[in-house]
């Protein structure tokens, strides 16, 4: 391995470093479907406030680490905890109620129902944080203040929207749980470059606004633009944990586990 590779390594405790309390914090995540082993051994955290790239090629196990922190995957091990609660064994619906939000890469829409129909599937109560502060409270008006491109088509059926449209309304609609911390699977996958700058814009103000994301990606030139540290999965197993800019500025660890 490259000697600067290696320095590029973060041990285990590196990801306590960060001043802003911990509102996820992983560690030695396994997962499998079936007989096949997915994640070996997954450390990671989710600062308050911070944006945190997971980068991986296709098949490096970002989407399943995400389903497995929503329960969404049947066999898995280690240890998950959300907002100082053990969530390692809660059904997915239990750990939305608490509070972590999933956007899934496929997107889920209604495809029969509208905009607005499909954002009040997503509704939650407001919710508190734990020393007493509101947390931020959404409604369809602040959503379509946040996806301007949403407000002109209320009324329209999912099924009626382009790619990039409903990857919109899929976040919205997951925003409208009034989430602490969101999980974003792949949002530029797929969608025109005008709204992936849009996106860009969108995961910038949510932070802005104090959401937490864990963002699976793979687009390195999209993740530099609103994530503050990152980790690289290679086959289920954890590369690099550091810094974005850090990330950007090691040539070495991009060829050997992002380059195509």
């Known amino acids: 391995m490259h000697s600067d590779l290696l320095q590029a390594r973060v041990n285990p405790e590196a990801h306590t470093t960060d001043p802003a309390p911990l509102l996820l914090n992983v560690q030695g995540l396994n997962a499998w479907y079936g007989a096949a082993h997915i994640l070996h051994d997954i450390d990671l955290a989710l600062p308050r ?31 998950v905890i959300f907002m100082g609660r053990d969530i390692s064994r809660l059904e997915p619906h239990q750990i939305a109620r608490l509070g972590l939000g999933y956007v899934p890469e496929d997107r ?11 954002l009040e599937t997503g ?27 949403l407000a002109a088509m209320q009324h329209r059926p999912g099924g009626a929207m382009s790619g990039g449209e409903q990857q919109m309304l899929t976040i919205a609609r997951t925003l409208m749980g009034n989430p602490f911390a969101l999980l974003l699977d792949e949002p530029s996958e797929g969608v025109a470059p005008v709204i992936v700058e849009q996106m860009a814009d969108m995961i910038v103000r949510l932070k802005e606004k ?20 990152a980790y690289v999965l290679e086959k289920g197993v954890i590369r690099y944990h550091g810094s974005m800019d850090d990330l950007i500025a090691n040539e070495t660890l991009r060829r050997d586990y992002l380059a195509l």
């Open 49 to 79: 406030g911070r944006v945190v790239a997971l980068m991986g090629r296709n098949g490096a196990g970002k989407s399943t680490t995400l389903k497995s922190l929503m329960g969404l995957v049947a066999r898995r091990s280690g240890q």
């Open 108 to 118: 889920r829409i209604f495809t029969e129902l509208t905009v607005l129909q499909n």
């Open 123 to 149: 509704r939650q109560p407001a919710r508190i944080w734990p020393g007493g502060e509101p947390a931020v409270h959404w409604t369809p008006e602040t959503l379509f203040d946040l996806f301007p491109n």
């Open 210 to 229: 104090g959401v937490s994301i864990l963002l699976s990606e793979q687009n390195i030139h999209f993740a530099r633009l609103v994530a503050d540290q």
